[in-house]
């Protein structure tokens, strides 16, 4: 495992942030994220999906009520493929013509499916030598979250009860009180390295940094490893990986 | 701040244009009196609930004001999280839900 990796210092592999807007499909963006970025690593092929053909095919229903990254990836299978957002753009609520997979062209297709061990070293290398995952965390802290690493406890953070779904794009360490410009709030704490996980939120570029947020790496904060899963999208000719930026 | 910060008891001004500053930044308004009294109430309790996430965080995280900060934390988890939600939300959430980024 690497000391750091950041996949958004990549050229072209990370989306622009999305904004779920006022329907509950972290589930589906995090999903869509997920199968960009790989498509962009395997294929050198920028391509952004449609997160409402998630939402209209999903087989619960009404996917802005909520669902799970996991049946975002069988929607893909049973659908063949997505559709891009061009094509079939976000609305932010079910379409009332329902699933339109039938009548745009597939722009990305995955070939499985896979949840990863529950350990932060094997995510860490994982995501180092593949690409990026989808996690599903305990969302309590993030709404008055504006930057630096959470160093969540697990009272303040049940890593039982996990509902909301990111993408998981990087790791690093952060030197207490200097970089996060809070050294007057921590100035009485001794500086230590706090190591960090990167996410990709769907909330909007203006919420938190930019877009994403940081947890702290090494207690399985929020529960960030209950459900560690992530797409394959295969290359259909063999070439050396490349890995992550550190 | 901590004059800011009070949980309980008449809302100190500095508190009410510190709501107006996050109405304005945010395209926030409310329906009625009432309304807006609980919503800065809710306000008021998730800028102490920041402020104590700040001091108890071992990491280097800031918390403090942000789009959310008139929710209570259940329409918060209930709009923006993937459990599955009940059929209706609560009026007054629906009502505002025209602004455009999608808040409340």
New interface residues.
Partial sequence: VPPSCDWRKAKNIISSIK?????????AMAAADNIEALWHIKHNQFVEVSVQELLDCDRCGNGC????VWDAYMTVLNNSGLASKKDYPFQ?RPSPRGCLAKKYKKVAWIQDFTMLKSNEQVIAGYLATHGPITV?IN???L?????????A?HT?CDPQHV???VLLVGFGR?K??I??G?VS??AH?PRRW?P?WILKNS??A??GEKGYF?L?RGNNGCGITKYPITAHVDHPVKKSPISCPP | RDSLLKDAGPRPLELTEVFKLFQTKYNRSYSNEAEYARRLDIFAHNLAQAQRLQEEDLGTAEFGETPFSDLTEEEFVQLYGHQRAPERIPHMVKKARSRKWGGP
């Fill in positions: 904004n779920q807007e006022n329907c509950g499909c972290c589930w009520q909520g669902g799970f932010g599903t969302m309590k802290l709404q008055g979250y504006q930057k630096g690493v959470i160093k406890t303040n509902d909301h779904s952060d207490e009180g970089q996060s809070t709030s921590q704490k706090v960090y909330w909007g203006e919420w940081r702290y």
